[in-house]
């Protein structure tokens, strides 16, 4: 789990204006950093079984947010994708 300080940094790297907390940018951002160190405790711990299941809603809620954002706006998806440090996948 992500902290809530460390939560708040990603926002404010993130946010499109000052009171954004749930844009889709923000939340494939917090998804990609939780997604991150799910996958560390799964290299420690390779039979959790139940947060593999996590761990894929996760990477399947973030894949249908990118999705979204290369329909509306094909930019802002190639810019959070490279900052996140996704591959980029154009039309």
Request: proline fraction near 0%.
């Amino acid at each position: 789990m992500i902290s809530t300080e460390e939560k708040a940094k990603i926002i404010n790297d993130f946010k499109i204006h000052d009171s954004d907390t749930g844009s889709a940018e923000v939340q494939v951002a917090i998804l990609s950093e939780e997604i991150e160190r799910l996958l560390e405790h799964l290299k420690v711990h390779k039979k959790d079984v139940h947060s593999k299941k996590g761990l894929l809603k996760m990477v399947s809620k973030r894949r249908k947010l990118l999705k979204y954002l290369q329909k509306t706006n094909e930019e802002k998806y190639i810019k959070i994708a490279k900052k996140v440090g996704l591959k980029v996948q154009s039309i």
